[in-house]
């Protein structure tokens, strides 16, 4: 979680984003070991005539490739709110694509959900809501709310 | 103004909601259900291999042929081959991993749960072909699972059907690979680093790499056999300029490693169960997780010890001699490590951890064995007899099934939020024990003295030590009936579970979730310290 209420013409700003417990180059850099040796293995034997591991090999890292490649491309989804003069904006960056959410701020509920087992937040304004936070622990997420709640209703 | 929402308990948002009956097991994508699949599955694979096994101690009880015919018996060991490593040992593994690795590294699932749901299901269908295969023109495979040519290009159809259901287990493990390890390096909570991932966790990583670099040999491999037999190639067949000894080659460069894919997991296991019963971290954590990966890694430079016999020049020979022998060096480590996070440890003695010191005491036995066959003029007098299957079910049974039922012991109060019955779970641990030795540690005599393996028939000087092991052989099958009934009698009446099951547990499924695990666990990742 980034908070940047600090930031230029802003209220407040916070960035969320999806817990991945590793980097971009990690995860590159571990999808090259098994690539190495997985095709040294079957060029190794390609080249004393047993070329059928070769296709095999190659149709692995290929999955392999695919599944790392969808963990990066879910691992650049966030979730943004800010506070500008009277506004407020969120936005939500998935995979699927965009959503934004434009209210007023003195208008806007922040609204807490105690489910089985997890604690959700919405903001709500004029009958329309979005969920946030659903990138962030519980206890991240109560400490949001409880955070929101306080700019939404301070004078900027 | 903030309002604040209580969701009804059936709500849509319930978490705790699921879908039920078959439709749940067909479609589901919770690594729970899943692994529960798995770990059922290999149970039936495992009664389906040694109902195998014991058709062959049955030949075996008495010299001369009384039970099955000779090709018959040689079907029933190939296929007790491939079914109790392909069919019940590795899914066991795979089954622990899914309900595991994800509780253990705070996750919410595996990192594709629909690519884990195909993972499983791929299974059952290689599993019927595998044994509907007794039953078509000509029988199932018969040549012994290691499926050397050029036997098994003249075969029938039974081994085309034995090829295919190797492919087919061979994607489940390679998709069950990726998933393993995108989840390992993908999901842990914050603060969870990679060194402080549990043990079963590394132990798992290293083996979802070893699968992926060894699996597409094998594929290759069933895949030339198929070709020779069907499409004119001749890769293993001299007729045609082919050479049988390559595929030994590139089989076992597959098989030693496939050796370790088994006993990592089963590492991992042990790594888990010590510690707690000795109320001890574990020692030297970090030389456990070097000691695994370099294993892996020799893994794969040892191959040729399973084929000294086929000649070879004396520096191959003894280049693998002391490779092999070098394996003993991390091994070690592992061992010491045990032993030493049991010294001084306030040690109890609960069903999980008797396997666990099972393990310990007969995978040594399993490893010392080894080391007498990786020596070459001794393995020159000992190849294709009984002591290599002494060996091996010392290493793949003591050590890996026992591993595996110090796991379910281990793992089930958290898995059904019950406690099993702790003397039934002990008669179990001594009846397996007991019987264990019985049915192999007499296989080194029989192997030492030269009886051939894979054969229905023996001298009459080899009579008494196969009555033996017979008998133990058939006291181990039983009391893997007592071990399921065990399970049931814990899943249908067992008392309740306190959450953190064992005093000496502290992985964040003890630590951090009730008994049963709750159907979604950790969809918002813990913190940890």
């Given at each position: 979680m980034h908070d940047g209420s600090a930031a230029d013409n802003q209220d407040f700003s916070l960035i969320a984003r999806r817990n991945?417990?590793?980097?971009?180059?990690?995860?590159?850099?571990?999808f090259a070991l098994a690539a190495l040796v997985s095709g040294l293995i079957a060029l190794a034997f390609a080249s004393i005539g047993a070329w059928p591991i070769?296709?095999?090999?190659?149709?692995?890292?290929?999955?392999?490739?695919?599944?790392?490649?969808?963990?990066?491309?879910?691992?650049e989804d966030y979730e943004q709110v800010i506070i500008r003069g009277d506004r407020l904006f969120v936005e939500r960056h998935t995979r699927s694509g965009v959503r934004r959410f434009e209210s007023n701020r003195y208008w806007t509920q922040v609204v807490v959900r105690n489910g089985a087992g997890r604690r959700r937040i919405a903001l709500r304004s004029h009958g329309s809501e979005i969920e946030f936070g659903t990138f962030l622990s519980d206890g991240d997420r109560l400490d949001l709310a409880r955070k929101l709640e306080n700019r939404l209703r301070v004078q900027s | 103004m903030s309002t604040a929402v209580h969701?009804?308990?059936?709500?849509?948002?319930?978490?705790?909601?699921?879908?039920?009956?078959?439709?749940?097991?067909?479609?589901?994508?919770?690594?729970?259900?899943?692994?529960?699949?798995y770990l059922w599955f290999s149970f039936a694979m495992f009664l389906t291999g040694g109902v195998m096994a014991l058709v062959i101690r049955a030949e075996l009880f008495q010299p001369g042929l009384q039970v099955v015919n000779p090709d018959f018996f040689n079907q029933m060991t190939t296929l007790h081959g491939l079914i109790m490593v392909f069919g019940a040992i590795m899914p066991a593994f795979v089954?622990?991993?899914?309900?595991?690795?994800?509780?253990?590294?705070?996750?919410?699932?595996?990192?594709?749960?629909?690519?884990?749901?195909?993972?499983?299901?791929?299974?059952?269908?290689?599993?019927?072909?595998?044994?509907?295969?007794?039953?078509?023109?000509?029988?199932?495979?018969?040549?012994?699972?290691?499926?050397?040519?050029?036997?098994t290009v003249q075969m029938g159809m039974g081994m085309d059907l034995a090829i295919f259901a190797v492919h087919i287990l061979g994607m489940s493990s390679i998709l069950g690979s990726i998933n393993i390890i995108t989840t390992l390096l993908n999901m842990r909570a914050p603060g969870m680093t990679l060194m402080k991932m549990p043990l079963f966790c590394w132990t798992w990583l290293i083996t979802a790499y070893l699968l992926l670099a060894a699996m597409p040999v094998l594929a290759g491999a069933v895949t030339m056999i198929l070709t020779d037999r069907?499409?004119?190639?001749?890769?293993?067949?001299?007729?045609?300029?082919?050479?049988?000894?390559?595929?030994?080659?590139?089989?076992?460069f597959f098989g030693h490693p496939e050796v370790y894919i088994i006993a990592i997991p089963a590492f991992g296991v042990i790594s888990q169960v010590i510690p707690a019963f000795s109320r001890k971290p574990l020692f030297g954590y970090t030389s456990m997780v070097y000691a695994t990966a370099s294993i892996a890694i020799l893994s794969f430079i040892v191959w040729a010890h399973h084929m000294y016999t086929t000649g070879m020049p004396v520096q191959a020979q003894l280049f693998f001699m002391y490779a092999t022998s070098l394996i003993a060096v991390p091994t070690g480590v592992k061992v010491f490590n045990w032993v030493a996070t049991m010294w001084k440890g306030s040690l109890s003695f609960e069903t999980p951890m008797l396997f666990a010191i099972g393990f310990l005491f007969l995978f040594t036995i399993g490893g010392f064995t080894g080391l007498v066959l990786a020596i070459v003029p001794i393995d020159i007098q000992l190849h294709d007899t009984y002591y290599v299957v002494a060996h091996f079910h010392y290493v793949m049974v003591a050590g890996a099934l026992f591993a595996a039922f110090a796991g379910v012991y281990f793992w089930i109060p958290k898995w059904t939020g019950r406690m099993y019955d702790e003397t039934l779970g002990k008669w179990h641990f001594w009846l397996s024990f007991i019987f264990f030795n019985m049915a192999f540690f007499v296989q080194h005599f029989l192997g030492l003295a030269g009886m051939p393996r894979r054969i229905p028939d023996y001298a009459l000087q080899f009579a008494d030590f196969n009555m033996v092991s017979s008998i133990g052989a058939f006291g181990f099958g039983l009391a893997q009936l007592l071990f399921l009934y065990v399970v049931v009698k814990c899943i249908r009446s067992g008392e309740q579970a306190p959450a953190k099951a064992w005093e000496g547990a502290d992985t964040l499924e003890w630590t951090h979730l009730p008994s049963p695990a709750p159907y979604h666990s950790f969809e918002t990742p813990p913190m940890v310290k």
């Open positions: 991945c417990s590793l980097q971009h180059s990690g995860r590159w850099r571990a070769l296709p095999f090999a190659g149709l692995e890292l290929a999955a392999l490739y695919v599944a790392f490649r969808r963990i990066s491309r879910d691992a | 969701d009804h308990p059936h709500g849509h948002d319930d978490h705790a909601h699921h879908p039920s009956g078959l439709a749940r097991y067909l479609t589901t994508t919770n690594h729970k259900d899943i692994g529960t699949m089954g622990f991993a899914n309900w595991q690795i994800p509780m253990m590294i705070g996750a919410p699932d595996m990192a594709f749960p629909r690519l884990n749901n195909w993972s499983f299901w791929l299974l059952p269908p290689a599993a019927l072909l595998l044994v509907t295969s007794l039953f078509v023109p000509g029988g199932a495979a018969a040549a012994g699972w290691t499926l050397y040519p050029p036997l069907h499409f004119g190639t001749h890769f293993f067949n001299p007729a045609g300029g082919g050479d049988p000894v390559l595929f030994q080659h590139i089989f076992w």
